[in-house]
């Protein structure tokens, strides 16, 4: 049996705030374990993609840049398999993920979807938001202030004139929910699950881990919070995930964040074994 050829395409690394080096990491180590199971893998960069045209059938991909979606979306529609389909990391842009956990009933906060040209003052007050979430709509967190905590509906206001002013069209606004912040990182049909709270180890982005404080260790259900995790990923089209969860007093659990290919800095050593595999039987089917 020839073995397979795959293409691995790298994620640029502005869509790496403060984790480039952890994205290269585990991009790295899914590429060796792939070679360990005989693949040939051909690694190229998010700009070569999008200058070149990539012949190899089979890709396992970190990208985010729009135009590198859409070309792996065409790629994709050819028949090629493409792991996490470009379909799925673009399901996972903020305004399309909250739409879709919503209309799926899967667990998540309180949230609205609002122009950010318009004044948001009348909608918060009717859904009763005052502490809560600013988020881009139209794409993932690149800077900061993507991702913004606010005290009051004048804060709000005043973020979402400074979205405007920087072309973001639309803003996620999510209730905050008090409770133990919770990390997580998984891959479908793997059994891999890893959590953390990040208050216990400092691990971080942006900083905004703070918000919620030190975790006080409510009860987790964790087979439920699989169970959830599974659920997304599946509406979301995607394999290879992470993301935030907030659990309440009461254990109940929603979900905050979810991504595509996040870098598994806590657990990546463990997780790329996993990956590939994962990418190994996608592409044998």
Same mark, same amino acid.
């Given at each position: 049996? /020839?073995?397979?050829?795959?293409?691995?395409?790298?994620?640029?690394n502005?869509?790496?705030?403060?984790?480039?080096?952890?994205?290269?990491?585990?991009?790295?180590?899914?590429?060796?374990?792939?070679?360990e /199971?005989?693949?040939?893998?051909?690694?190229?960069?998010?700009?070569?993609?999008?200058?070149?045209?990539?012949?190899?059938?089979?890709?396992?991909?970190?990208?985010?840049?729009?135009?590198?979606?859409?070309?792996?979306?065409?790629?994709?529609?050819?028949?090629?398999?493409?792991?996490?389909?470009?379909?799925?990391? /673009?399901?996972?842009?903020?305004?399309?993920?909250?739409?879709?956990?919503?209309?799926?009933?899967i667990?998540?906060?309180?949230?609205?979807?609002?122009?950010?040209?318009?004044?948001? $003052?009348?909608?918060?007050?009717?859904?009763?938001?005052?502490?809560?979430?600013?988020?881009?709509?139209?794409?993932?967190?690149?800077?900061?202030?993507?991702?913004?905590?606010?005290?009051?509906?004048?804060?709000?206001?005043?973020?979402?004139?400074?979205?405007a002013?920087r072309?973001?069209?639309?803003?996620?606004?999510?209730?905050?929910? *008090?409770?133990d912040?919770?990390?997580?990182?998984?891959?479908?049909g793997?059994?891999?699950?890893?959590?953390?709270?990040?208050?216990?180890?400092?691990?971080?982005?942006?900083?905004l881990?703070?918000?919620?404080?030190?975790?006080k260790?409510?009860?987790?259900?964790?087979?439920?919070?699989?169970?959830?995790?599974?659920?997304?990923?599946?509406?979301?089209?995607?394999?290879?995930?992470? *993301?935030?969860?907030?659990?309440?007093? $009461?254990?109940?659990?929603?979900?905050?964040?979810?991504?595509?290919?996040?870098?598994?800095?806590?657990?990546?050593?463990?997780?790329?074994?996993?990956?590939?595999?994962?990418?190994?039987?996608?592409?044998?089917?």
């Open positions: 049996m /020839k073995p397979f050829i795959i293409a691995g395409i790298t994620r640029g502005i869509f790496s705030p403060n984790h480039i080096g952890n994205d290269a990491a585990i991009f790295n180590l899914t590429a060796s374990c792939l070679r /199971k005989g693949c040939i893998v051909n690694e190229y960069s998010e700009f070569t993609l999008q200058k070149e045209n990539i012949r190899e059938q089979y890709i396992f991909n970190m990208v985010r840049d729009l135009e590198s979606i859409h070309i792996l979306q065409n790629y994709e529609k050819e028949g090629r398999q493409v792991v996490n389909s470009a379909f799925g990391i /673009k399901n996972c842009t903020r305004e399309k993920m909250t739409r879709l956990l919503l209309k799926n009933k667990p998540h906060p309180l949230s609205l979807i609002l122009p950010t040209n318009e004044d948001p $003052t009348g909608a918060l007050e009717k859904a009763g938001l005052e502490h809560c979430w600013i988020k881009r709509g139209d794409f993932h967190a690149i800077h900061r202030e993507d991702v913004t905590y606010v005290r009051n509906r004048q804060e709000a206001c005043e973020i979402l004139k400074e979205y002013h072309g973001i069209p639309t803003a996620v606004i999510n209730e905050h929910l *008090g409770g912040l919770i990390k997580f990182y998984g891959v479908t793997t059994g891999f699950f890893h959590w953390f709270y990040p208050s216990s180890n400092s691990h971080s982005k942006f900083g881990e703070q918000i919620n404080g030190t975790a260790g409510f009860t987790l259900n964790l087979e439920h919070l699989k169970d959830v995790c599974n659920q997304a990923a599946e509406v979301l089209n995607i394999h290879i995930y992470g *993301g935030d969860c907030i659990v309440a007093e $009461t254990g109940e659990v929603r979900l905050i964040d979810f991504n595509d290919w996040p870098s598994f800095a806590p657990c990546r050593e463990e997780a790329a074994p996993h990956i590939a595999q994962r990418i190994y039987e996608l592409i044998s089917q």
